[in-house]
Protein backbone atom coordinates (compact mmCIF):
# COMPACT_ATOMS: atom_id res chain seq x y z
CA UNK A 1 0.00 0.00 0.00
CA UNK A 2 2.71 2.76 0.84
CA UNK A 3 4.77 1.80 -2.35
CA UNK A 4 1.75 2.59 -4.42
CA UNK A 5 0.21 5.06 -2.93
CA UNK A 6 3.90 7.54 -4.20
CA UNK A 7 1.82 7.77 -7.23
CA UNK A 8 -1.19 9.81 -7.04
CA UNK A 9 -2.67 9.39 -11.47
CA UNK A 10 -2.61 6.50 -13.17
CA UNK A 11 -3.31 7.79 -16.67
CA UNK A 12 -5.24 5.92 -19.88
CA UNK A 13 -6.10 6.51 -23.34
CA UNK A 14 -7.81 4.69 -25.70
CA UNK A 15 -9.33 4.34 -29.18
CA UNK A 16 -12.66 3.58 -30.64
CA UNK A 17 -12.78 0.52 -31.38
CA UNK A 18 -14.15 -2.41 -28.81
CA UNK A 19 -11.85 -3.12 -25.78
CA UNK A 20 -12.67 -4.26 -22.31
CA UNK A 21 -10.96 -0.80 -21.10
CA UNK A 22 -13.96 0.59 -22.59
CA UNK A 23 -16.00 -1.56 -20.61
CA UNK A 24 -14.18 -1.65 -17.36
CA UNK A 25 -13.76 2.28 -17.69
CA UNK A 26 -17.37 2.91 -18.16
CA UNK A 27 -18.51 0.70 -15.37
CA UNK A 28 -16.37 2.90 -13.23
CA UNK A 29 -14.24 -0.79 -11.68
CA UNK A 30 -10.83 0.64 -12.94
CA UNK A 31 -11.65 4.11 -10.36
CA UNK A 32 -13.03 1.83 -8.14
CA UNK A 33 -10.02 -0.56 -7.77
CA UNK A 34 -7.42 2.18 -6.91
CA UNK A 35 -9.32 4.52 -4.78
CA UNK A 36 -8.90 3.23 -1.48
CA UNK A 37 -4.47 3.75 -2.64
CA UNK A 38 -5.86 7.28 -2.92
CA UNK A 39 -4.88 6.45 -6.59
CA UNK A 40 -6.86 8.72 -9.30
CA UNK A 41 -7.47 7.21 -13.05
CA UNK A 42 -8.41 10.05 -15.16
CA UNK A 43 -8.17 9.90 -18.86
CA UNK A 44 -5.95 12.15 -21.32
CA UNK A 45 -8.93 13.68 -21.86
CA UNK A 46 -10.06 15.45 -18.78
CA UNK A 47 -6.89 17.26 -19.12
CA UNK A 48 -7.78 20.25 -21.45
CA UNK A 49 -3.63 20.23 -23.05
CA UNK A 50 -3.38 19.24 -26.37
CA UNK A 51 0.22 17.90 -25.59
CA UNK A 52 -1.23 15.66 -22.87
CA UNK A 53 -3.70 14.46 -25.49
CA UNK A 54 -0.62 13.92 -28.18
CA UNK A 55 0.25 11.04 -25.58
CA UNK A 56 -2.39 9.25 -27.21
CA UNK A 57 0.12 8.77 -30.02
CA UNK A 58 3.48 9.04 -28.53
CA UNK A 59 2.98 7.45 -24.93
CA UNK A 60 4.69 10.21 -23.13
CA UNK A 61 2.67 10.58 -20.34
CA UNK A 62 4.06 8.66 -17.24
CA UNK A 63 2.22 6.10 -15.41
CA UNK A 64 -0.40 5.42 -18.50
CA UNK A 65 -2.55 2.72 -20.33
CA UNK A 66 -2.98 2.98 -23.79
CA UNK A 67 -5.81 0.52 -26.01
CA UNK A 68 -6.13 0.78 -29.27
CA UNK A 69 -4.71 0.63 -32.42
CA UNK A 70 -0.76 -0.90 -33.66
CA UNK A 71 0.50 1.85 -35.40
CA UNK A 72 0.95 4.49 -32.66
CA UNK A 73 2.74 2.06 -30.05
CA UNK A 74 5.36 0.88 -32.43
CA UNK A 75 5.58 4.72 -34.07
CA UNK A 76 6.24 5.81 -30.12
CA UNK A 77 8.66 2.97 -29.51
CA UNK A 78 10.64 3.75 -32.35
CA UNK A 79 10.98 7.35 -31.18
CA UNK A 80 12.38 6.30 -28.00
CA UNK A 81 9.45 6.38 -25.99
CA UNK A 82 8.89 4.09 -22.50
CA UNK A 83 6.24 2.04 -24.12
CA UNK A 84 5.81 -1.70 -23.49
CA UNK A 85 2.95 -4.09 -24.89
CA UNK A 86 1.48 -6.28 -22.32
CA UNK A 87 -1.68 -8.20 -25.05
CA UNK A 88 -3.27 -8.06 -27.94
CA UNK A 89 -7.10 -8.20 -28.81
CA UNK A 90 -8.55 -9.81 -31.59
CA UNK A 91 -11.99 -8.95 -31.78
CA UNK A 92 -14.03 -9.57 -35.81
CA UNK A 93 -13.68 -6.40 -37.55
CA UNK A 94 -15.70 -5.53 -40.70
CA UNK A 95 -12.95 -4.20 -43.45
CA UNK A 96 -12.77 -3.47 -47.35
CA UNK A 97 -12.81 -1.68 -50.00
CA UNK A 98 -15.45 0.81 -51.16
CA UNK A 99 -16.72 2.44 -54.68
CA UNK A 100 -19.53 4.27 -55.65
CA UNK A 101 -22.75 2.08 -57.28
CA UNK A 102 -21.73 3.53 -60.56
CA UNK A 103 -18.38 2.44 -60.96
CA UNK A 104 -17.14 -0.39 -62.76
CA UNK A 105 -15.20 -1.90 -59.85
CA UNK A 106 -17.38 -5.22 -58.83
CA UNK A 107 -14.46 -7.59 -57.81
CA UNK A 108 -11.02 -7.60 -57.03
CA UNK A 109 -10.04 -8.24 -60.67
CA UNK A 110 -10.98 -4.71 -61.13
CA UNK A 111 -8.29 -3.43 -59.29
CA UNK A 112 -6.06 -3.09 -62.11
CA UNK A 113 -5.39 0.08 -63.54
CA UNK A 114 -7.69 1.84 -60.36
CA UNK A 115 -7.02 4.78 -58.33
CA UNK A 116 -7.15 4.20 -55.08
CA UNK A 117 -7.33 6.90 -52.34
CA UNK A 118 -4.48 7.13 -49.83
CA UNK A 119 -4.60 9.89 -47.16
CA UNK A 120 -1.71 11.99 -45.74
CA UNK A 121 -2.05 14.11 -42.72
CA UNK A 122 0.54 16.64 -43.29
CA UNK A 123 0.24 17.63 -40.07
CA UNK A 124 0.44 14.70 -37.74
CA UNK A 125 3.90 12.59 -37.43
CA UNK A 126 1.68 9.60 -36.55
CA UNK A 127 -0.26 8.96 -39.69
CA UNK A 128 -2.19 5.58 -38.12
CA UNK A 129 -4.73 6.04 -40.71
CA UNK A 130 -2.50 5.99 -43.86
CA UNK A 131 -0.30 2.96 -42.11
CA UNK A 132 -4.03 1.19 -42.33
CA UNK A 133 -5.04 1.93 -45.74
CA UNK A 134 -1.83 0.85 -47.11
CA UNK A 135 -2.19 -2.48 -45.89
CA UNK A 136 -5.65 -2.89 -46.39
CA UNK A 137 -4.27 -2.33 -50.35
CA UNK A 138 -1.86 -4.80 -49.92
CA UNK A 139 -3.98 -7.01 -48.65
CA UNK A 140 -6.79 -6.82 -51.36
CA UNK A 141 -3.67 -6.62 -53.85
CA UNK A 142 -2.17 -9.97 -53.30
CA UNK A 143 -5.79 -11.46 -53.00
CA UNK A 144 -5.83 -10.16 -56.67
CA UNK A 145 -2.71 -11.47 -57.32
CA UNK A 146 -1.61 -7.95 -58.42
CA UNK A 147 0.54 -5.17 -56.66
CA UNK A 148 0.77 -1.35 -56.20
CA UNK A 149 2.62 -1.43 -59.38
CA UNK A 150 -0.55 -2.48 -60.82
CA UNK A 151 -2.66 0.85 -59.05
CA UNK A 152 -2.64 4.34 -59.11
CA UNK A 153 -2.49 5.42 -55.47
CA UNK A 154 -4.06 9.14 -55.37
CA UNK A 155 -2.59 11.50 -52.42
CA UNK A 156 -5.60 12.79 -50.44
CA UNK A 157 -3.73 15.71 -48.65
CA UNK A 158 -5.20 16.65 -45.10
CA UNK A 159 -4.34 19.61 -43.29
CA UNK A 160 -6.25 18.82 -40.17
CA UNK A 161 -4.63 16.93 -37.36
CA UNK A 162 -6.04 14.16 -35.55
CA UNK A 163 -5.93 15.94 -32.53
CA UNK A 164 -8.01 18.66 -33.92
CA UNK A 165 -11.21 16.23 -33.93
CA UNK A 166 -10.61 14.77 -30.48
CA UNK A 167 -12.86 15.92 -27.21
CA UNK A 168 -12.12 18.64 -25.22
CA UNK A 169 -11.15 18.46 -22.19
CA UNK A 170 -14.34 18.43 -19.65
CA UNK A 171 -13.86 15.62 -17.65
CA UNK A 172 -14.20 12.90 -20.31
CA UNK A 173 -13.79 9.58 -20.67
CA UNK A 174 -12.27 8.89 -23.78
CA UNK A 175 -10.25 11.73 -26.68
CA UNK A 176 -12.03 9.75 -29.24
CA UNK A 177 -15.90 8.76 -30.23
CA UNK A 178 -18.50 9.93 -32.94
CA UNK A 179 -16.83 13.21 -33.64
CA UNK A 180 -13.48 11.26 -34.66
CA UNK A 181 -15.05 8.88 -36.18
CA UNK A 182 -16.94 10.64 -38.20
CA UNK A 183 -14.20 13.02 -39.40
CA UNK A 184 -11.64 10.58 -40.13
CA UNK A 185 -12.37 10.10 -44.16
CA UNK A 186 -13.90 13.04 -44.58
CA UNK A 187 -11.90 14.37 -47.52
CA UNK A 188 -11.22 10.65 -48.77
CA UNK A 189 -15.31 10.53 -49.04
CA UNK A 190 -15.06 13.70 -51.41
CA UNK A 191 -12.36 12.61 -53.77
CA UNK A 192 -14.33 9.75 -54.11
CA UNK A 193 -17.60 11.87 -54.82
CA UNK A 194 -15.93 14.22 -56.80
CA UNK A 195 -14.40 11.47 -59.21
CA UNK A 196 -10.92 11.98 -58.57
CA UNK A 197 -10.61 8.59 -56.81
CA UNK A 198 -12.30 5.20 -57.51
CA UNK A 199 -11.90 3.03 -54.38
CA UNK A 200 -11.31 3.43 -50.94
CA UNK A 201 -10.05 1.62 -48.61
CA UNK A 202 -12.58 1.72 -45.29
CA UNK A 203 -12.82 -0.50 -41.67
CA UNK A 204 -14.99 -1.34 -38.78
CA UNK A 205 -17.37 1.90 -37.28
CA UNK A 206 -15.83 3.96 -40.12
CA UNK A 207 -16.60 1.61 -42.99
CA UNK A 208 -20.33 1.16 -41.53
CA UNK A 209 -21.10 5.00 -41.66
CA UNK A 210 -19.41 5.71 -44.85
CA UNK A 211 -21.54 2.80 -46.78
CA UNK A 212 -25.01 3.52 -44.38
CA UNK A 213 -24.31 7.33 -45.66
CA UNK A 214 -23.27 6.93 -49.25
CA UNK A 215 -24.97 3.77 -50.31
CA UNK A 216 -21.70 2.68 -51.63
CA UNK A 217 -21.07 -0.82 -53.12
CA UNK A 218 -18.41 -2.68 -50.89
CA UNK A 219 -16.85 -5.04 -53.74
CA UNK A 220 -14.02 -6.49 -51.44
CA UNK A 221 -14.29 -7.93 -48.32
CA UNK A 222 -11.28 -7.43 -46.58
CA UNK A 223 -11.98 -9.24 -42.87
CA UNK A 224 -9.69 -11.41 -41.15
CA UNK A 225 -11.33 -13.32 -38.06
CA UNK A 226 -8.69 -14.49 -35.58
CA UNK A 227 -10.67 -17.78 -35.90
CA UNK A 228 -9.71 -17.79 -39.49
CA UNK A 229 -6.05 -18.09 -38.44
CA UNK A 230 -4.79 -15.58 -41.04
CA UNK A 231 -1.89 -13.55 -38.98
CA UNK A 232 -1.14 -11.27 -41.45
CA UNK A 233 -3.82 -9.57 -42.20
CA UNK A 234 -5.99 -9.26 -39.17
CA UNK A 235 -6.94 -6.03 -37.08
CA UNK A 236 -4.91 -6.73 -33.60
CA UNK A 237 -5.72 -4.26 -30.52
CA UNK A 238 -2.76 -3.52 -28.57
CA UNK A 239 -3.39 -2.61 -24.69
CA UNK A 240 0.37 -1.14 -23.78
CA UNK A 241 1.74 0.76 -20.55
CA UNK A 242 4.37 2.68 -19.13
CA UNK A 243 7.72 0.85 -19.11
CA UNK A 244 8.67 2.79 -15.48
CA UNK A 245 5.50 1.59 -14.57
CA UNK A 246 5.78 -1.50 -15.26
CA UNK A 247 9.22 -1.61 -13.63
CA UNK A 248 8.51 -0.01 -10.80
CA UNK A 249 5.10 -0.98 -9.52
CA UNK A 250 4.08 -3.81 -11.20
CA UNK A 251 1.51 -4.56 -8.93
CA UNK A 252 -0.74 -1.67 -10.20
CA UNK A 253 -0.50 -2.95 -13.83
CA UNK A 254 -1.22 -6.67 -12.68
CA UNK A 255 -4.41 -5.07 -10.92
CA UNK A 256 -5.46 -2.84 -13.56
CA UNK A 257 -5.14 -5.60 -16.32
CA UNK A 258 -6.86 -7.92 -13.95
CA UNK A 259 -10.34 -5.93 -13.90
CA UNK A 260 -9.88 -6.07 -17.67
CA UNK A 261 -10.26 -9.57 -17.35
CA UNK A 262 -13.63 -9.12 -15.47
CA UNK A 263 -14.68 -6.39 -18.19
CA UNK A 264 -13.88 -9.08 -20.89
CA UNK A 265 -15.90 -11.55 -18.31
CA UNK A 266 -19.01 -9.43 -17.58
CA UNK A 267 -19.26 -8.58 -21.32
CA UNK A 268 -20.33 -12.10 -22.33
CA UNK A 269 -23.03 -12.40 -20.02
CA UNK A 270 -24.66 -8.59 -20.38
CA UNK A 271 -24.48 -8.51 -24.11
CA UNK A 272 -26.59 -5.85 -24.41
CA UNK A 273 -25.26 -3.69 -21.67
CA UNK A 274 -22.12 -4.31 -23.62
CA UNK A 275 -23.90 -3.30 -27.10
CA UNK A 276 -24.67 0.25 -25.69
CA UNK A 277 -21.02 0.49 -24.19
CA UNK A 278 -19.80 -0.81 -27.24
CA UNK A 279 -21.65 1.49 -29.49
CA UNK A 280 -20.98 4.61 -27.16
CA UNK A 281 -17.35 4.37 -27.67
CA UNK A 282 -16.99 3.88 -31.37
CA UNK A 283 -19.58 6.52 -32.36
CA UNK A 284 -22.08 4.30 -33.63
CA UNK A 285 -25.90 3.58 -33.36
CA UNK A 286 -26.50 0.63 -31.36
CA UNK A 287 -27.71 -0.71 -34.75
CA UNK A 288 -24.56 -0.76 -36.36
CA UNK A 289 -22.31 -2.37 -33.87
CA UNK A 290 -22.85 -5.68 -34.87
CA UNK A 291 -22.37 -4.98 -38.46
CA UNK A 292 -19.39 -3.17 -37.83
CA UNK A 293 -17.61 -6.20 -35.91
CA UNK A 294 -20.19 -9.03 -35.72
CA UNK A 295 -22.69 -10.41 -33.18
CA UNK A 296 -19.72 -12.89 -31.42
CA UNK A 297 -17.94 -9.11 -30.30
CA UNK A 298 -19.66 -9.40 -26.92
CA UNK A 299 -17.07 -12.57 -26.58
CA UNK A 300 -14.00 -10.84 -27.86
CA UNK A 301 -12.87 -8.53 -25.51
CA UNK A 302 -10.21 -10.65 -23.71
CA UNK A 303 -6.77 -9.53 -24.06
CA UNK A 304 -4.16 -12.41 -24.40
CA UNK A 305 -0.41 -12.94 -25.76
CA UNK A 306 -1.26 -16.21 -27.62
CA UNK A 307 0.96 -17.86 -30.04
CA UNK A 308 -1.24 -16.29 -33.29
CA UNK A 309 -1.67 -12.86 -31.46
CA UNK A 310 1.83 -12.61 -31.51
CA UNK A 311 2.54 -13.55 -34.70
CA UNK A 312 0.38 -11.10 -36.12
CA UNK A 313 1.55 -8.23 -34.42
CA UNK A 314 5.11 -9.39 -35.65
CA UNK A 315 3.55 -9.34 -38.80
CA UNK A 316 2.27 -5.96 -38.79
CA UNK A 317 5.64 -4.63 -37.23
CA UNK A 318 7.54 -6.50 -40.25
CA UNK A 319 4.87 -4.53 -42.77
CA UNK A 320 5.44 -1.13 -40.74
CA UNK A 321 9.09 -1.41 -41.39
CA UNK A 322 9.09 -2.67 -45.27
CA UNK A 323 6.21 0.43 -45.73
CA UNK A 324 8.88 3.31 -44.55
CA UNK A 325 6.50 3.74 -41.50
CA UNK A 326 9.46 2.71 -39.11
CA UNK A 327 12.60 3.61 -39.28
CA UNK A 328 14.46 0.48 -38.59
CA UNK A 329 13.13 -3.11 -36.75
CA UNK A 330 12.16 -2.74 -33.28
CA UNK A 331 13.68 -5.43 -30.83
CA UNK A 332 10.10 -7.20 -30.24
CA UNK A 333 11.01 -9.48 -27.29
CA UNK A 334 12.21 -6.26 -25.58
CA UNK A 335 8.95 -4.61 -26.89
CA UNK A 336 6.25 -7.05 -25.71
CA UNK A 337 6.24 -7.98 -21.84
CA UNK A 338 4.52 -11.28 -20.81
CA UNK A 339 4.95 -10.97 -17.31
CA UNK A 340 2.15 -8.43 -16.28
CA UNK A 341 -0.24 -10.51 -17.89
CA UNK A 342 1.30 -13.55 -16.11
CA UNK A 343 0.71 -11.79 -12.89
CA UNK A 344 -3.05 -10.11 -14.15
CA UNK A 345 -4.15 -14.27 -14.56
CA UNK A 346 -2.24 -15.64 -11.22
CA UNK A 347 -4.07 -12.20 -9.07
CA UNK A 348 -7.56 -12.74 -10.86
CA UNK A 349 -7.49 -16.54 -10.68
CA UNK A 350 -6.57 -15.56 -6.76
CA UNK A 351 -9.20 -13.22 -5.88
CA UNK A 352 -12.36 -14.82 -8.63
CA UNK A 353 -13.83 -12.36 -11.48
CA UNK A 354 -15.56 -9.63 -9.59
CA UNK A 355 -19.26 -9.01 -9.75
CA UNK A 356 -20.31 -5.62 -10.85
Known sequence: MAADSMI??????????????????RLGWLVDEFAPDGIAVRSLASVNDPTVHLSHYNHTQANSFRFGGYIPPFTAASRGS????????????AAGLYALPSSRMRSLADLKGARLALPRRVKDD??????????????????????????????????????????????????????SQFAVQREEALALLKGEVDVLYSDAAMGEILNAFLGLNKFADLAAPEDEGDTVHGHPLLLTA??????????????????LMDAAAWAETNKADAKTIIAQDTGLPEDFVEAAYSSRIYSQLDVSLSPGRVALVKA?????????????????????????????????????????
Do not use: M
Request: overall charge negative; some cysteine; aromatic content about 6%.
Open 242 to 259: SGGLIDERPHLVARWLAR
Open 82 to 93: DVRILGAAWSDR
Open 126 to 179: TDWWRGLVLAGYRHALSLAGLGLDDVELVEIRIERAYVEDASLGGGGQSLWGAR
Open 8 to 25: DTLWFTRCPAPTAASVAI
Open 316 to 356: KHDHLVEGGFLPAPLDLDRLIDPKPLEAARALHSQRGAKAA
